[in-house]
């Protein structure tokens, strides 16, 4: 057999061939898709798996329990930002101020269920996460304020968490051990009415005053440049003007905590417009990637 015929059989046994290696091979797998790209993620999983979350928040705590004794030994010891300190504040009895979240209270678990469900922040899922007043503490803080409050130091908590929860708080705080002054109003919350003053905002100026006017402050605690100083507009200009005023006060007077969850450090890089949709924030943080 030769010539167009023997091309022809040729041509049908190479056919077959492929035919039984595809019913051989079965169907071609399909795709399954991972999970959804989240900015959150490493940031959710180094605050609840990692041991070096943790020995962040111990070395913060640790370092400002040995300095207690010398702050309260010190009457002109003061931890308020030159601008916003009122006169004189010796002879008026010891406070600390800390901020409540990714300070004292660890939320990462209801940054998780953001996470996994494809979710961001908003204020309805907070609300109900506040009411559940299941935050557990961030590591030393519990043991750092109980000491100071058994040396008789007020703490107050300073947090943009509402002034109406107060009461879900409060009780989340006692809770976990936390200290909880009576016959005070130890919770300051965004909305907190302060005479003679109004913060813009979440800004808390007008709340540090109210207890600066009545405490000798010794130390502040925050997870944001805010909890300790006023950053204007937040823009980046701005929040490097107040970093440079801090001046000898951190890690002595002021203490910062770890988040990279969230924060006015992020909101700062695309002009708090929380309008743009996730990729463009997305790009724009890429964006201001520095390579060299």
Not at 153 to 181: D, K, S
Not at 189 to 197: A, D, H
């Amino acid at each position: 057999m030769t010539g167009p015929t023997m091309i022809a059989s040729r041509f049908l046994a190479l056919a077959c061939l492929v035919s039984l290696a595809a019913c051989a091979a079965g169907p071609a797998p399909r795709h399954t898709p991972g999970p959804a790209a989240d900015d959150n993620l490493n940031a959710v999983v180094w605050m609840q798996n990692s041991e070096e979350f943790a020995l962040s928040a111990l070395t913060v705590y640790r370092a400002a329990g040995a300095l207690l004794d010398q702050a309260l030994a010190d009457p002109a010891w003061d931890a308020m930002a030159p601008g916003e300190r009122a006169g004189d504040r010796t002879g008026l009895p010891p406070a600390i101020i800390v901020d409540v979240d990714e300070t004292i209270l660890d939320n990462s678990a209801y940054q998780a269920r953001l996470v996994l469900e494809g979710r961001e922040y908003d204020t309805g899922s907070w609300a109900e996460w506040v009411e559940e007043a299941r935050a557990t503490p961030v590591p030393g803080a519990v043991e750092f304020l109980s000491a100071a409050a058994g040396q008789g130091v007020t703490v107050f908590y300073i947090t943009n968490r509402e002034h109406g929860q107060a009461e879900a708080t409060l009780a989340n705080l006692a809770a976990v051990g936390f200290p909880v002054a009576q016959g005070v109003p130890v919770h300051l919350g965004l909305g907190m009415p302060v005479e003679g003053c109004t913060d813009q905002g979440q800004n808390k100026v007008c709340r540090r005053q109210w207890v600066a006017e009545r405490y000798r402050v010794l130390m502040q605690f925050g997870d944001q440049l805010s909890d300790f100083i006023d950053i204007g507009d937040n823009s980046p200009a701005s929040r490097a003007q107040a970093m440079a005023s801090a001046g000898g006060y951190i890690g002595e007077r002021w203490f910062m905590l770890p988040n990279p969850t969230y924060g006015y450090w992020e909101s700062s890089l695309f002009g708090e417009d929380w309008s743009l949709s996730r990729d463009e924030r997305r790009r724009i943080k890429r964006g201001s990637l520095r390579t060299h």
